[in-house]
């Protein structure tokens, strides 16, 4: 569509418009997305590309925009614990600390150890979680059907483990400002040893079937290199940063919780590249497992949540930042509050939207199939980045 | 460096007779599958799980809910989907529960009676509309009377929104009714 | 079965043939499509289909229903023409592909000196059916997904060719059924044993030439959503899809014919030899669909230019050293 009178060009939606395509002949503007098998939900990317060469690359965002951070403001503070299982479903558990943690620090409320043992246990579940998923999802992209399967397979393992508790398979809504709404039994904790138990040689199978299979190590080997200065501008976190070799986890930094009292290394990788990120990942599922054992052994007694926790709090006046590790990366809430029992201002810090700003600058100049690959490797989760 | 060259390409192909022998040893194993609808998922996995919501009945009466009408759980509920009509028998008036300021109460989950009341209530409604809960547990963990609990149906499923506006007392007489029933038989 | 080669007229032989082919043709997408499904979901520890019928048997024909009902929707802008006979290019020459193939002793269509030189040339006509499928779509994966697919398929074609050579010289024929003849019953008569070489290399192509993963890229849904069928709905997709596995049996039924002693077996030699060497080849396809990650194109291709036709050249010559001295 050409519109005469305005003499402007008007195909396409705001974004193609403004995407203009460099005035060479042989270049393909290319639409990956909103709906495109390997973006894993809505989020669009535009394309320039030259044969299967990428020159340029755009990701378009807010598809799935729920205004979570509208929504904040709005309802109580208690009333805004359900949203945090949504923002990032995968690892929603960490979203739920990272919010009851603000609000926790706001008030000065004290957790009980039992429940913080309790939160690092199902935390580091819910991560274990997210990362099969990724890994299935990331072999799918690359075209392998099966390991989808066999991940999923423990995933259903954790997911019982975890509704036991919690009541929810997906989006949990599971701690609560001072502890968490349930306290684990005997069951919780026999089933947990038991699946730390058969993950670890299922770790090995998957190690033989996609680790060291050739044809993966050629798809991620080199692909994708991501440099130190790039992840500085950017702000990325978790494994995307640790896969290039920069010893940052938000458990180990900052550490908040009893993880100071957990025995675990932050794995990292130096070659920068999808495969550093990818074993980067696989190592967090065992030091999970680690994590996991120790927090089940060390457990204390006592309430799982304090007795002194508001019903409806109103916490006074001020401004709190508090960032857990999420299994994308350093999750942060900001809360300001008036001193009434809603926020004032709520702001989600989720690390998929600055991993994702990277990817035009890592994209340029790849395959097609190679930014198909990279795109996994970020593991992004579309609705954590529109929120 | 031919011989490097060669060795990466063996190893190669012994990655991928790998990759085959696992994935044909997996072949061989049983399925997984639970055949929904001919077999589900056993009770004791369900352990924990939150289905829609449901009224706690009396002890000593199986067809009144230990609901007190405080209105707690419609104002704390996020989704609002909870609508609940009490009235006072005394004053045989209709009461729509007035939003119940919640102070800063130290919550106490021990505490699941009901405290004591000067008139009597009744509940004339208790509507749920679960299209849009989100099963926080928020008004099962506040209710002070401890009448609300999650109720364990999986399965549920319907073409229609309406389906899921549901009637709990009208639940609850049913499953009053069916108790009775059993324990007829089981005297019987 | 009958005995072809005692119908006195070769039209009518031909006829039957035919006819014969397209119900083997149809009966084997239907069955080739519940394999692939029940495999996978064995090898993901699943039941795959299983309502339809006992076990999900009658899964394929409910497909096929679905695929024949739906409505054949050409894009806007599309050449409608092209567009349309895109799978009909990809599928007819899959037919004639089983004329000369011998399925048993007396269970050739048309016996010809030059069989395997037709099938190979019929089964390469399915690149200009892909091309025009992707090309004249108007959808910019489908492009992509044809340019790849040009490119794999003339690529794989120098190894395919070159990797059957050997077999040429070995047996000094090119008529298939005489080919089966001179390999014996016993597994250690037949080609593969001369030729493990060639017989790696062919059906690794094979894997190429009708785009099997782990060489799928033409229709890579995780990259180009679907490559070169993006746009097809109903049959249209439904040819393509039977043309793929027809090409399949193709490959299988040569490799099986060349390498495997075709309808020869150690007990009653006859055509259930040959189809339980097919099939067996077929499940090998399958299995290694569900087991391997997807390569990348440039890769792709190296492996074609730097691997298959330098050793597949080799081969030819230690086999014509041999052979002569
Ligand atoms: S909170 Fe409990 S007692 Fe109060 S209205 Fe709701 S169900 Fe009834
Ligand atoms: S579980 Fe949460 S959303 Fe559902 S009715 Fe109760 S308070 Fe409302």
Known sequence: MFDLELGLDLSGDFYTRHFQPTPSEDTLILNMGPQHPSTHGVLRVILEIDGEYILRAEPVLGYIHRMQEKMGEVKRY???????????????????????????????????????????????????NSHLLWWGAYLLDLGAFTPIMYAFQDREIVMDILQRVSGSRLTYCYYRFGGVSQDIDDIFIEKTKEFCAYLKPRLKMYKDLVTDNIILRKRVEDIGII????????????????????????????????????????????????????????????ESLKIIEQALEKIPPGPHISPQAPRRPKPPRGEVYFAVEGARGEIGVNLVSDGSAYPYRVKLRSPSFSNLSMFPEIA???????????????????????? | MIGSKLKETFDGVVSLLIGLKITFKNFLKPNLTVHYPRKTVKPEELTGYRGHIELVPKPENPFVPRCIGCGLCRDICPSGCIEVRSKRIAEEKEIHTPHFGLQDTPLDLTRKVAPPQKTKIEIVSFELNYNYCSLCGLCVQNCPAGSLRFSKDIYLASFSSRDFEFDLLKRLEKQAQARLKEEEEWTK | MIDLSTIPSPLVQIVIGLIGVLAFVGLNGLVCVYLERKVAGHIQRRPGPFEVGPHGILQPLADAVKLVAKQMITPKGADPILYWAAPLISFAPAIACFLPLPFGPKLQNVSINVGLILILAFSSLNVLALCLAGWSSQNKWSL??????????????????????????????????????????????????????????????????????????PEAESELTAGFHTEYSGMGFGLFFLAEYSYMVVGCALASILFLGGYQGPVASGWWWFLLKVYALLLVMMWVRWTYPRVRFDQLLNLAWKWFIPLSLLNILITALVVKL
């Open chain 1, 78 to 128: 208690e009333q805004y614990l359900p949203n945090m299982g949504r923002v990032d479903y995968l690892h929603a558990l960490a979203w739920n600390w990272a919010y009851v943690g603000a609000v926790e620090r706001l008030m000065g409320l004290e957790v009980p150890k039992r429940a913080e043992y309790i939160r690092v246990i199902t935390c580091e579940l819910n991560r274990i």
């Open chain 1, 227 to 286: 440099e130190e200065e790039t992840l500085r501008k950017y702000g990325a976190t978790g494994p995307v940063l640790r896969g290039s070799g920069i010893k940052y986890d938000v458990r180990r930094k900052e550490p908040y919780s009893v993880y100071s009292e957990l025995d675990f290394e932050i794995p990292t990788a130096s070659s920068k590249d999808a495969l550093g990120r990818y074993l980067v990942r696989m190592q967090e599922i065992e």
């Open chain 1, 364 to 387: 340029k100049g790849t395959l097609l199939a190679d930014a198909v690959s990279i795109l996994g490797s970020l593991d992004l989760v579309i609705p954590e980045i529109d929120r």
């Open chain 3, 144 to 217: 992509l997904g044809a340019a790849r697919d040009i490119a794999q398929s003339v690529a794989y074609e120098i190894p395919l060719l070159l990797s059957l050579l050997p077999i040429i010289l070995l047996t000094g024929s090119l008529n298939l059924a005489e080919i089966t003849q001179t390999q014996g019953p016993w597994p250690w008569q037949w080609l593969v044993v001369k030729q493990p070489l060639a017989f790696i290399i062919f059906f690794v192509c094979v894997f190429a030439e009708t785009n099997r993963a782990p060489f799928d890229l």
